[in-house]
């Protein structure tokens, strides 16, 4: 027989079962459908027409958003590179090819029942094949398995982009892919081919070395080389007595700071020596305004003579 006070104690030391906690409740159908965008994804295309490739590439990363849980933010960076297949140089950059980069920021919406992307901004790697304005789009959107369609405009401006789903967006947005700032120091370079009077080729290449004196000086050198050739590879070039010939010359430059811009000063030369330069064995001392533009300098010699530096 249990005592009296046995029962008491045990119902003393007992305690009311706990509510159970309430169900958190699902989100509806429509937000797991924009849920569902959240990864990465990529496009990629390509097309050749009049002479030149084009391949266009879109990388995406959406992700949900900690001050509006009813939308998604994301950024995508868009590069374009256009090359010449018969390697024809393209008059903005003096190179066979050129990129344009761009990085857009986006949101993803439920609209009614439809999944929107917009695009709220963009920022453009500077380049002198790339004049930095662009026109913000929004993008309808029906998700399948693997892959997100993508339909914008109307009429004969409208079109429909297909990304693929290659991961999860793990990792934060992804940062400007291109400096901040750039520096005109260091190594460039420039080559181009032409034909003479006489129909010879001139394959020319200059290599220029570029330091900083100070904050508004330079001290630059380049060192040019010009070969000259008969177009069929064969014929023999009088004055050198072979289908080809070579010459370089050394320069040495100050550049002085001029408001957005550079001032190029030639300051002295040793020009090579060659037997088809004996009627003309001297060089001419040139100066140049230069704009750097990304990894390019935009020179304009006196006479208008243009010439694009690049990165090697």
């Known amino acids: 027989m249990i005592k009296p006070f046995a029962l008491l104690a045990v119902a003393a030391c007992s305690q009311p079962a706990a509510a159970p906690a309430p169900a958190r409740p699902l989100p509806p159908p429509q937000q797991l459908a924009l849920y569902d965008l959240v990864g990465d994804w990529r496009w990629l295309y390509r097309t ?4 030149t490739s084009r391949v266009e590439d879109e990388q995406w990363r959406l992700r949900t958003d900690p001050k509006a849980p009813s939308q998604l933010v994301g950024r995508y960076v868009r590069s374009v590179e256009v090359s010449a297949l018969d390697h024809t140089v393209f008059q903005c950059n003096e190179r066979p090819t050129y990129r344009q980069t761009t990085v857009y920021d986006v949101v993803a919406q439920l ?24 026109h913000l789009d929004e993008y309808h959107a029906k998700l399948a398995a693997g892959h ?50 006489t129909g010879n080729l001139h394959d020319e290449t200059e290599w220029w070395e570029i330091t900083r004196r100070n904050d508004t000086q330079l001290d630059a050198t380049y060192r040019r080389r010009v070969t000259v050739r008969s177009p069929d590879g064969t014929t023999v070039i009088p004055c050198a007595g072979k289908p080809s010939w070579t010459y370089d010359d050394a320069y040495v430059l100050d550049g002085q700071k001029e408001e957005d811009h550079w001032h190029f000063h030639e300051l002295a030369v040793e020009p090579g020596d060659h037997s088809c330069l004996r009627a003309t064995p001297k060089r001419t001392l040139d100066e140049a305004t230069a704009e750097q533009i990304g990894n390019y300098f935009v020179l304009e010699w006196r006479g208008k003579r243009h010439e694009i530096l690049y990165r090697p």
């Open 48 to 51: 050749d027409e009049r002479n």
């Open 111 to 134: 609209i009614g029942n439809e999944l929107v992307i917009k695009e709220t901004g963009y920022q453009t790697e500077p380049s002198p094949c790339d004049h930095g304005f662009r």
């Open 148 to 197: 997100l369609a993508l339909k914008w405009g109307q009429g004969t401006e409208s079109g429909v982009q297909t990304l693929w789903h290659i991961g999860e967006a793990k990792q934060p947005l992804p940062e400007i892919p291109w400096p901040s700032s750039y520096v005109p120091t260091g190594t460039w370079r420039w080559n181009a081919t032409s034909i003479d009077a």
